[in-house]
């Protein structure tokens, strides 16, 4: 008989092992970006402590480079060390490089938390989305979020005007390993 307190963690193993994903059968080695399965999810609303502006898809990496310093003043400013992973937050964003769109470059904070250093507070609402985690330069990001529609479509669903990433890790816009989640929002 197996002591009651070995219970939990053996119960875990076995379903893990039970639910484990299919292998790979390659171990990628250097690439230079990649891409995991896609997947509905539902992310709880909650306070989202932001910058806002406006701009295309072409000048994302030079707004990201200024937002992100002011925004990272203003949580040292409003004591806030420990916030959530960067998520950026697109409002209209098509296919077209040309046409504008709304953007804003935030963390989650705690309920309550006050507007400061330039940076506006607001509920960022639930939000059901397709996701897929990107992993790589960010040259290389348009083919996941063309892989991301596809599926989107091929599925039957509606894709909204709202898309958001979440930041996992960055080294640098050229770096293989940055990672990131990105989430469309559908209808």
């Known amino acids: 008989m197996i002591p009651s307190r070995f219970f939990l ?3 875990c193993c076995a379903a893990l092992a039970a639910s484990a994903p299919e292998s790979s059968a390659q171990l990628m080695e250097k690439p230079v970006a990649f891409s995991g399965p896609s997947a509905i999810q539902t992310f709880a609303e909650g306070t989202f402590f932001h910058l806002s502006l406006r ?3 072409p000048e994302i990496p030079a707004r990201m480079m200024e937002l992100v310093p002011q925004l990272q003043r203003a949580l040292a400013a409003a004591g806030l060390t420990n916030a959530s992973p960067l998520q950026v937050v697109y409002h209209g964003m098509n296919g077209d490089p040309s046409k504008a769109f ?3 470059v935030g963390v989650r904070v705690p309920k309550g938390t006050q507007a400061s250093g330039g940076c506006q507070v607001r509920t960022l609402q639930a939000f059901t989305c ?6 790589g330069s960010f040259s290389q990001i348009g083919k996941a979020y063309a892989d ?40």
């Open 9 to 11: 963690p053996l119960f």
């Open 102 to 104: 709304e953007m804003e």
């Open 55 to 57: 701009t295309t898809y």
């Open 148 to 187: 991301l529609y596809s599926t989107l479509v091929a599925s039957g669903k509606q894709p909204q005007p709202e898309t958001r990433q979440m930041v996992l890790f960055w080294e640098g816009e050229t770096s293989i390993n940055n990672m990131l989640l990105i989430q469309i929002g559908i209808q």
């Open 130 to 135: 397709a996701t897929k985690v990107f992993t």
